[in-house]
């Protein structure tokens, strides 16, 4: 029987075997990775279609598989030597930009990895970001949410920065996988989307993320994304990125670094 729990041992060993888990002087890019499980039915998905929450362009599990039972949703949290890198202002440093990409590239053979295991055990398997049918529209809204899904998967709830604050903190990547395989959900351990941010539960008024932001996307409302996304693509800095590292736009993520929540539940 797969579990939660051997798929996030499994995953672990993948990450720690892997040579592409690897900043180019040697420190790792993911620290060991937390595997939650949601019921593909739970009924958080469709309150995701709501307008005032995605809206009807997300697709619920079943619109990815047919006959989808359950979603496997895991968290690569970065290392200390990729976090620690950027706590700097400015610019986003050079480690937390091979992770950022080169990370990327592992995380969706992560996600590839766990479909295999899946399908291994005779069970079919997607993981929606990599299909075809995945799309994002212009209003930054996607077909699915990787942040949403492992909100659902009980790994953790959403900053005012709008990242998702896990058990490692919210520096790092999500992905997921949709199944027709049975595997017992993972139990919520909080009660609200918002638990685990120090200013979004009313437990303090923290607004570090809201400080670190170079361009004042974050404020008491959250993050406005057109502001973010202008500054990751602004021609001169993304000229200067491009020419020293190949990468295609800024990837800044200054407001996961350098605050109470980059690697653990803030308290
Ligand atoms: S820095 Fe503070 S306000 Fe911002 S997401 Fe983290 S806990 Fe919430
Ligand atoms: S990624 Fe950078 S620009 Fe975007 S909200 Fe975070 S700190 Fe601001």
Known sequence: MMSGESLQ???????????????????????????GIASANDPYFLEFTKPEVIGDVFRVPADWLDGAVSVVSF???????VRKSNRTTGLPSPEWLHARFRGEDLNNEAKRF??????????RAVAPTLDGRFTQTADFRSSWSERHVAFVAGLGTFGLSRGLITAKGMAGRFGSVVTDLEITPTERPYSNPFEYCLFLSGKAQCKVCVDRCPVQAITDEGKAHPPCSSYMRREDLVQDIRNRFGYRYLACG?????VPCESRIPN
Not at 75 to 81: G, I, M, N, Y
Not at 114 to 123: C, N, P, Q, Y
Not at 254 to 258: A, V
């Open 114 to 123: 766990v479909v295999s295991l899946i399908e291994a055990k005779g069970h």
């Open 75 to 81: 968290f690569l949290p970065f290392s200390e030597a």
């Open 254 to 258: 200054k407001c996961q670094t350098g």
């Open 9 to 35: 041992a499994a995953l672990a060993q993948f990450l720690k075997t892997h040579p592409a888990n690897r900043l180019e002087n040697g420190d790792r890019i993911y620290d060991e990775p937390l595997v």
